[in-house]
Nanobody, 116 residues
Framework: QVQLVESGGGLVQAGGSLRLSCAAS????????LGWYRQAPGKQRELVAL???????TYADSVKGRFTISNDNAKNTVYLQMNSLKPEDTAVYYC??????????WGRGTQVTVSS
């Protein structure tokens, strides 16, 4: 069993920055990819950023150049550095760990609110 705990969300003014963290505990091995997703009120959950076990990254077009995903394998933690935040970035942000076994786990989410 794997538990994921996100932190770092909060309220920030437009143009500001936040850094989200997602720490995993439990049976952590053979990770395939780590990702951040978000869900705004009334909208579907969408991919924000993804980092593979090989280090390649993928970003949603809406966050390219502003957000950076990274990870620390020793700490079983994935990060999302968010700069130049916009009101449309307001959402609940979820992390996801995808294992090579085919299992995946989600965090409970952390609220990010960007005021104009």
């Amino acid at each position: 069993q794997v538990q994921l705990v996100e932190s770092g969300g909060g309220l920030v003014q437009a143009g500001g920055s936040l850094r989200l963290s997602c720490a995993a505990s439990g049976s952590i091995f053979s990770i395939n990819a780590l990702g951040w997703y978000r869900q705004a009120p009334g909208k579907q959950r969408e991919l924000v950023a993804l980092i593979s076990s090989g280090g390649s990254t993928t970003y949603a077009d809406s966050v390219k150049g502003r957000f950076t995903i990274s990870n620390d394998n020793a700490k079983n933690t994935v990060y999302l550095q968010m700069n130049s935040l916009k009101p449309e970035d307001t959402a609940v942000y979820y992390c996801k760990f995808v294992f090579k076994s085919g299992y995946d786990y989600w965090g409970r989410g952390t609220q990010v609110t960007v005021s104009s």
